[in-house]
């Protein structure tokens, strides 16, 4: 066959070969002498690369690659994107999935009110599933293994007196599937967090006024119903205040020593050399504060602190009620209005100040940092707020309320604040926690909010954002190809996953997306019969993807390397007679 080949000038065939689907090109190179003599040539796969995926030539080769042929061979047969199973266990939307660290197991949460354990051996099995029905709960909706894979915390709506609804957590063993305890969560969409091996953080909201609230964040000690009367097995970490009828949702932790040895830097300038000191940037600091204003609206009471020769807040609040009775506010405030400016103003002397100097200044640092979504002008979650916790926050021993604090101490500030600017519907860590990547759906450019309970309309369009956790900058465009159609009213999560080098996403449109997180393009498309509300990639094998859907199906995807190995693995069939017709024999 090879000396079937036209002999072509390299310049037609390179240009011939630009234009082949990947799959001819490859097939062509096993077949073709000529292609050979050039297959491994640097320039010819370069420009294959760039041309066939319609990567922006002044992005980098990826620094894990040896060469561009083995680049375009990773992104050709790597990504999972082969179908290879269909669980239908669930007969209720999926709303959620997560791996365990070790990979062997995963968790998958539904509106049929179970929590089901799978084993991910060669074929995916069902290994276990918990009803929470009978505790009051209307569905379960997120799972989270703690870091040793021994116990797991599943998050769910609990429906109370009256038809109440709020949020509570259970812990479940995995060494024989008992429930451990449970713990009130609320709002039910804080979903909760693992903080170490033993505790778990939750959340609580108490009603200040009409549209005004505190959200209360609780650590909590995974046995409770086993620890002794004596130990405390619960402590309140942070109580922040919320303005506008926004609360704190979705918690995860952030560990800061983690992310010094990157998995990827996306950071192209910075890929040659990967920095080795451990995050030291200024959570709060001035300049931080001035790049937000030209773009961002106000921030959040919290981080409105009185200068040192400022007004005191109780002056600001008698000079506000003076002017209201003597009727020089002008022009007249709303009831709405009145109510935000009274807390501003109330919390500005209220809140424990950020405590300077407590950076970490050595890699084995085990400051860790909470994030979760919130907001200053609305109820639509469009903020990202980050604190600080550190070593001695980290177990429940000590008072039961928490630090000692001043009695005009009653809420902790905020670290720092980025603002989307949209509906935040999604959030997901990668690996090394070095970057954060955040689903939201864009409010309209230069929209002004005058009535919090009435937020702006958001894009159909969903981006994806990347943001630096080290510098707490963006890094890279947002990425775009995913949808959402659900109005703002009835928004709803759309879980992502992210891994060494993918980062996957769920949509409304009945498609998952998978990206490359280097060169900031989509991969693939895996197609579901209605809404893909979670994905989760394998923590040992980024070649394994599932996805869950409202279609109550979860979808198991491997990558067509992945697909040829466990194929080639399979015993034939005549292997499996022959050795039945020699054991009848013997």
């Known amino acids: 066959m090879d000396a079937g080949c036209p002999r072509l000038p390299d310049t037609v065939l390179f240009e011939i070969f630009l234009y082949l689907d990947h799959a001819d090109v490859l097939s062509v190179g096993l077949v073709c002498q000529q292609w050979r003599a050039v297959a491994r040539d640097e320039f010819l796969w370069k420009e294959l690369f760039y041309r066939y995926y319609r990567v922006s030539r002044d992005v980098p080769r990826h620094p894990g690659a040896v060469s561009w042929y083995d680049e375009f061979q990773r992104l050709y047969d790597t990504i999972p994107c082969v179908e290879v199973q269909a669980l239908k266990e669930h007969n209720d939307q999926v709303l959620h999935l997560s791996f365990s660290h070790s990979g062997c197991l995963f968790a998958s949460c539904s509106k049929d009110c179970t929590v089901k354990i799978w084993s991910n051996e060669l074929d995916i099995s069902l290994q276990h599933s918990s009803n929470m ?244 002008l609305t109820y639509s979650p469009h903020q990202i707020g980050i604190k600080r916790i550190l070593p001695h926050q980290m177990t429940t021993a000590g008072p039961v309320l928490g630090e000692e604090r001043r009695s005009d101490e009653f809420f902790d500030s905020l670290d720092h604040v980025i603002d989307i600017h949209g509906h935040i519907i999604g959030m997901g860590l990668s690996p090394d926690h070095r970057y954060l990547y955040v689903n939201s759906r864009a409010w309209p450019r230069d929209c002004v909010i005058s009535d919090p309970m009435q937020p702006p309309p958001i894009a159909e369009e969903i981006d994806l954002h990347v943001f630096d956790l080290k510098t707490m900058k963006e890094v890279k465009r947002a990425l775009r190809a995913h949808r959402a159609y659900t109005p703002n009213e009835e928004c709803f999560f759309i879980f992502l996953d992210v891994s060494r080098d993918f980062v996957a996403s769920g949509a409304e449109d009945r498609h998952g997306y998978i990206w490359d997180r280097h060169y900031n393009i989509c991969l693939a498309k895996l197609q579901h019969d209605n809404v893909v509300n979670s994905v989760a990639f394998s923590p040992v094998e980024q070649e394994l993807l599932l996805t869950a859907s409202d279609d109550t199906t979860i979808k198991v995807w491997r990558s067509p390397r992945a697909v040829r190995i466990r194929q080639a693995r399979r015993p034939r069939p005549r292997k499996l007679l022959f050795s039945w017709l020699m054991n009848q024999k013997s």
Not at 168 to 197: H, Q
Not at 251 to 256: E, L
Not at 258 to 269: A, G, I, K, N, Q
Request: overall charge negative.
């Open 133 to 376: 029905r009978p505790y009051n709960w209307s569905y379960t909706q997120f799972s989270q293994f703690n870091s040793d894979d021994s116990l797991l915390l599943v998050s769910g709506v609990f429906v109370g007196p009256h038809n109440s609804s709020s949020g509570e957590i259970a812990v479940i063993s995995m060494e024989n599937f008992t429930l451990l305890s449970r713990v009130r969560n609320k709002p039910y969409d804080v979903f909760g967090c693992w903080l170490n091996e033993t505790n778990l953080i939750s959340g609580n909201l108490h009603r200040i006024g009409r549209i005004t609230s505190c959200s209360v964040l609780w650590l909590n000690n995974a046995f409770q119903g086993i620890e002794s009367e004596n130990v405390n097995v619960v402590k309140r970490l942070f109580k922040i205040q919320n303005l506008n009828a926004s609360t704190i949702r979705t918690v995860m932790v952030a560990d800061c020593s983690r992310y010094d040895s990157p998995d990827l830097l996306l950071d192209y300038e910075e890929q040659l050399a990967a920095s080795s000191s451990c995050p030291v940037f200024d959570l709060g600091s001035d300049s931080e504060e001035e790049e937000a204003k030209p773009k961002l609206p106000p921030e959040p009471a919290v981080q409105e602190l009185p200068d040192a020769g400022g007004v005191p807040a109780e002056h600001g609040l008698q000079q506000l009620f003076d002017d209201i009775m003597e009727g020089r506010m002008r022009p007249a405030m709303t009831e709405t209005e009145l109510e935000t400016k009274v807390a501003e103003l109330f919390v500005r002397n209220r809140t424990k100040p950020p405590e300077p100097n407590l950076l970490p200044t050595d890699s084995n640092s085990k400051t860790k940092y909470l994030i979760f979504t919130t907001g200053c």
